[in-house]
Each structure stands twice: as C-alpha cells, then as structure tokens.
C-alpha cells in the first residue's frame, strides 16, 4: 500500500486474496498509514498490526464495523523501513506484487528503479524477477511526468490497472465499484475471485453481466 486516497480498494484486495488461499506479505508505507487514519481512523502499528489489519478488514468501504468475517493468519507484514526484509530480495519466493492503492510518488519512484524503502525495492525486484507487477494508481487528473512513468512501468513489464470503476456490473453500493477495481487487479495478477458480475456480451439488445 502506497499513501495514495484508497484504502477501499487495499480492503478488497486483501481480503480476496486470502478468501483465494494466498499467503500475503504486506507492506504499508508510511503515507499510507497517514492515508489509512483519514480515510478509516484507524492507527496502523507495527507492534499491533494484527490487531490493526483485522480491524480494518472487518470494515465494509461505508466504516462500518463488522462487516466482513477475515483470517489474517496467512498474512505476513513488514514494516517499510525494514530494506532488511525478504521482500527486498530476489531469492525470496513470492507470485509476483499488487501495489494498491499507487500514488504518483509511487509510481514515479518505481519506474525510475528508486528504493528509498521497502515498497518501492520490492518492486524493483519484481520487475527484475520478471514476476507479475500490478499497479494500481489512484490520481486523477494524471499530468504528462506521471503519464511518461506509467509508460515506463508497461515497458518494464508492469500491468498498469487505474483505479476506474465500471457500473455495467450493476452496482448498487459504493463497496460493488471499490469490489470492481478490486477485481480487475485481481485479474491482472491471475488470482481467482468473484468480487463482481462479468460481462457476457449483448442478447437481444440487452446485456448479461452474470
């Protein structure tokens, strides 16, 4: 997680991927923590994250408590100041890496191969893996620098999924668009979900997204 607006979509992710059976190591970054107590008042700390994470995905994209039941035994967290953790090595077995949400700072620091912490070096090493990268960036409008580091980000190898929700899918609360977005990431990274309806084509002038 990057401290870009967004932490809905962070939300989703984690929790779809452990619903898939995935072991998680998470990174949050220090804006991200910022970002996180505005957007949900929660404080993330590295000597109660468990508590913390479970806190927080237990909420729906509304705030409200107890919205979701969530295991976070198969996640593993590192702090972003640890340059030290397995993460920041190519040796260390991972499937590939979700940035969501991405801030500009984010992506401009990954697309010109930065590691000023453990965010954007475990990113490096994906790209240099040539594992899956998916960059979720949340900024709108997006100005030309940012636009040229996204180009950089595809030709490096990176799937670039802008945090753009679709309304086909029949959404009817604000957690079916934060679940869209969620689910393309998701699809980018070859990770099964049901987070939304897919579109089956046009019958009879009408349209299925079952």
């Known amino acids: 997680m990057s401290g870009a607006s967004g932490t809905p979509y962070a939300a989703s992710v984690l929790r779809a991927l452990l619903d898939a059976g995935e072991s998680v190591d998470l990174v949050v970054s220090r804006a991200s923590r910022l970002t996180l107590l505005d957007e949900t008042g929660i404080s993330f700390r590295d000597a109660h994250w468990r508590d913390d994470l479970r806190e927080w995905l237990t909420r729906g994209a509304d705030g409200k408590p107890g ?12 702090p972003a100041g640890d340059l030290a953790a397995g993460p920041s090595s190519g040796s260390y077995p991972v499937k590939g890496m979700l940035i969501v949400p991405a801030s500009t700072a984010c ?5 010109l191969g930065l590691s000023k912490d453990l965010l954007q070096r475990a990113a490096s090493v994906t790209l240099k893996e040539r594992r899956p990268l998916v960059v979720a960036v949340r900024e709108t409008p997006l100005n030309g620098q940012t636009l040229r580091h996204l180009v950089a980000l595809d030709d490096a190898g990176a799937t670039v999924v802008p945090a753009s929700p679709a309304f086909y899918a029949g959404a009817t609360h604000i957690q079916d ?16 979900h049901g987070l939304y ?14």
Do not use: E, N, P
Not at 71 to 77: E, F, K, L, S, T
Not at 178 to 190: I, K, Q
């Open 67 to 78: 919205t979701y039941t969530v295991d976070i035994g198969a996640v593993r967290y590192w």
């Open 177 to 192: 668009l934060v679940d869209f977005v969620a689910g393309r990431v998701l699809d980018a990274a070859g990770v099964g």
């Open 107 to 111: 992506v401009a620091g990954v697309a």
């Open 197 to 210: 309806r897919r579109w089956k084509g046009q019958l009879g002038g009408g349209h299925s997204a079952d």
